[in-house]
Nanobody, 118 residues
């Protein structure tokens, strides 16, 4: 699997919105379709934690603190994973990582910084 590439992070005020994207350049379309994916986040000194996942059959799981505010989706034709984040809070500040998993193979992106501050 090729390393996915995240984008869309930045600085936003509390209550604002951002949409993260994770593109998989060079990945064969059939491989992308059969890949489970997710968004994770990490703050300094802490372990990486799950935000949301979406499987190849579109089964979705959210971490409790983001339910009702974040939406994960995938566009297989564009080989892109998304995370729409609304009503952002300062505690959402973190580096957000995209993860691709297919069988026993796991590939992480390099991350994109999200900062929620007034």
């Amino acid at each position: 699997q090729r390393q996915p590439v995240e984008s869309g992070g930045g600085l936003v005020q509390p209550g604002g919105s951002l949409r993260l994207s994770c593109v998989a350049p060079g990945t064969i379309l059939s491989v992308f379709w059969s890949t489970d994916m997710g968004w994770y986040r990490q703050t300094p000194g802490n372990q990486r934690e799950l935000v949301a996942t979406i499987s190849s059959d579109n089964t979705i799981v959210y971490e409790d603190s983001v339910k009702g505010r974040f939406t994960i989706s995938r566009d297989n034709a564009k080989k892109t994973l998304y995370l729409q984040m609304n009503n952002l809070k300062p505690e959402d500040t973190a580096v957000y990582y995209c993860k691709h998993q297919r069988g026993t193979s796991t590939v992480w992106g390099r991350g994109t910084q999200v900062t929620v501050s007034s």
